[in-house]
């Protein structure tokens, strides 16, 4: 069987039965595209352990492969290939017998509170053509200091998702096809009201609720990207969407916030991965110092 014809198959199915997302889709074009160019395997049956161990050592070797992408290409494969062997084009899964480094646990990397209040005031006060701009850009990065959106969530955020008189925002089918409900702070209700009284008076009318300057339409990643760029070169702060995000959760419990209220907020599926923002938090650990019983020894 050829291999195209099954990656279109199967990035089909992965699609209308699995129901995964369109960029889950395109990571599993592009890998399973990766690995028939580099091996020259263009047949299922032209597969063997020694190629699969090539794309793998070379990837290592001569791409200097992050540990997390070495994992994104074993994972997409395992995938494609478990689902050849489930419709019969395999005897048994190849990937299987390629064994895979140990992740290595890196605390997230977030901004100081100091440059958070920076970005935010530069992004107010940069020198944009528009008043829409202004208050928009500010309230982009509003909503990802103070809510913790990923990217894609705020760029799919619908106009009737953010509910600013009842302080909340709706997160539509985020990460792992989840729902939530995220509570908006009176900083970020005051950063939004400004942007929505700019849109209204521009009438934009797009469902999404961060339009476009110069079309009625939602705002692009690519147009995210672009905005990042600019604000960061004109803060001399290096970051991006999502050092914003593990910048809104360092915050929070240094606020005091607790953990499982973080993980809802977060939208984790595991309480697990966020209590990796307890380490990651050297104020808050700082402030639990405080409860040693012998700290009010004079040593």
Same mark, same amino acid.
């Given at each position: ?5 099954? !990656? ?5 199915? !992965?699609?209308?039965?699995r129901?995964?997302? &369109? ?7 592009y890998? +399973?595209?990766c690995?028939s160019? /580099? ?12 190629k ?14 992050s540990?997390n ?6 994972v997409?494969?395992?995938v494609?290939?478990?689902? !050849? ?15 895979k480094?140990?992740?290595?646990k &890196?605390?997230?990397?977030?901004? @100081?509170?100091?440059?958070? $209040?920076? $970005? $935010? ?8 053509? @528009?008043? /829409?701009l ?18 894609q969530?705020l760029?799919n ?6 509910d ?10 985020? =990460?792992?096809?989840?729902?939530r ?6 900083? $970020?209700?005051?950063?939004?009201? =400004? ?12 469902s999404e ?7 009625n339409?939602g ?5 995210? =990207? /672009? ?9 001399? +702060?290096? /970051? ?6 593990h ?18 907020m ?11 923002y ?8 700082? @402030? ?12």
């Amino acid at each position: 069987m050829n291999i195209s014809i099954l !990656c279109n198959q199967f990035c089909d199915y !992965c699609l209308s039965i699995r129901g995964q997302s &369109k960029a889950t889709i395109r990571r599993y074009r592009y890998v +399973i595209g990766c690995f028939s160019s /580099f091996t020259g395997i263009t047949e299922l049956h032209q597969i063997t352990d020694e190629k699969l161990r090539a794309l793998f050592f070379y990837g290592r070797t001569e791409r200097k492969w992050s540990v997390n992408t070495y994992i994104v290409y074993h994972v997409s494969l395992l995938v494609f290939f478990r689902w !050849c062997v489930n419709q019969g084009y395999l005897l048994k899964n190849p990937i299987l017998e390629i064994e895979k480094p140990k992740l290595e646990k &890196k605390l997230p990397k977030n901004i @100081s509170k100091q440059n958070a $209040l920076r $970005l $935010l005031e530069i992004a107010y006060n940069y020198p944009f053509e @528009s008043k /829409f701009l202004r208050y928009r850009n500010h309230a982009i990065f509003a909503t990802f200091i103070f809510a913790g959106l990923r990217k894609q969530e705020l760029l799919n955020l619908k106009y009737t998702d953010v509910d600013i008189e009842n302080m909340t925002i709706f997160v539509r089918q985020g =990460k792992g096809k989840k729902d939530r409900i995220v509570p908006i702070s009176y900083s $970020l209700a005051q950063s939004l009201t =400004k942007y929505v009284q700019e849109r209204k008076r521009l009438n934009k009318t797009c469902s999404e609720f961060f339009a476009s300057l110069n079309r009625n339409s939602g705002y692009t990643n690519d147009g995210l =990207k /672009f905005l990042i760029h600019q604000i960061g070169e004109a803060a001399g +702060i290096k /970051f991006s969407s999502h050092k914003l995000r593990h910048t809104f959760a360092t915050l929070m419990l240094e606020g005091g916030c607790d953990i499982y209220s973080l993980s809802k907020m977060m939208g984790h599926s595991d309480i697990k991965t966020t209590t990796i923002y307890l380490a990651a938090s050297a104020e808050h650990l700082r @402030s639990q110092m405080v409860k040693h019983p012998l700290n009010h020894l004079n040593l």
